[in-house]
T-cell receptor, first 111, second 112 residues
Framework: GENVEQHPSTLSVQEGDSAVIKCTYSDSASNYFPWYKQELGKGPQLIIDIRSNVGEKKDQRIAVTLNKTAKHFSLHITETQPEDSAVYFCAASYSSGKLTFGQGTILTVHP | NAGVTQTPKFQVLKTGQSMTLQCAQDMNHNSMYWYRQDPGMGLRLIYYSASEGTTDKGEVPNGYNVSRLNKREFSLRLESAAPSQTSVYFC???????????FGSGTRLTVV
């Protein structure tokens, strides 16, 4: 089955800096790669996703890049704000829709 | 819209007790999922239901059973709770032709 590795496990940045979280996946058949943000006491929320036919996708301050050859994808957050502090999860799936999640990254943005 | 509703939000069980975690969605989604979240291990799939009337095992199904009662509801049952089942449980749903999941707010279960 699919295996997703996520790094780093914790990330601390100053407000205004950029943050990058990286994930690798094992199954070359995976074609859908979402990122979820989980705030304290809440369920994960989808913030951005990318399909395997696209190399990069941006939505305001967040972007995701995908390298199919190397089987890795990354989340980039620019101009970080304290409200970006949360746990971030990457995931991968094939068309079946079953998502396999990474281990999560605790992002802390210091004012 | 309420989205995905999970009950209860918190529960403490003694080893060997049984209980059912409830999940309901009001978005007319076809697929529903149960995940458990443990520190440092991300979210792991327990069981899922691709459509009403079907259920399948995920990555960590041992010790659990599920019922897709109707299109809206997908319950998770622990027949004989063990301390290793202490976790936060999330239910999620996905609409036909959609990719993203909608998650509930979770059930924090402690087995003592």
């Amino acid at each position: 089955g699919e295996n997703v590795e996520q790094h780093p496990s914790t990330l601390s940045v100053q407000e205004g800096d950029s943050a990058v979280i990286k994930c690798t996946y094992s199954d070359s058949a995976s074609n859908y790669f979402p990122w979820y943000k989980q705030e304290l006491g809440k369920g994960p929320q989808l913030i951005i996703d990318i399909r395997s036919n696209v190399g990069e996708k941006k939505d305001q301050r967040i972007a995701v890049t995908l390298n199919k050859t190397a089987k890795h994808f990354s989340l980039h957050i620019t101009e970080t704000q304290p409200e970006d502090s949360a746990v971030y999860f990457c995931a991968a799936s094939y068309s079946s829709g079953k998502l396999t999640f990474g281990q999560g990254t605790i992002l802390t943005v210091h004012p | 819209n309420a989205g995905v509703t999970q009950t209860p939000k918190f529960q403490v069980l003694k080893t060997g007790q049984s209980m059912t975690l409830q999940c309901a969605q009001d978005m007319n989604h076809n697929s529903m999922y149960w995940y458990r979240q443990d520190p440092g291990m991300g979210l792991r799939l327990i069981y899922y239901s691709a459509s009403e009337g079907t259920t399948d095992k995920g990555e960590v199904p041992n010790g659990y059973n599920v019922s897709r009662l109707n299109k809206r509801e997908f319950s998770l049952r622990l027949e004989s709770a063990a301390p290793s089942q202490t976790s936060v449980y999330f239910c999620a749903s996905r609409g036909f032709g959609q990719d993203g999941y909608t998650f509930g707010s979770g059930t924090r279960l402690t087995v003592v």
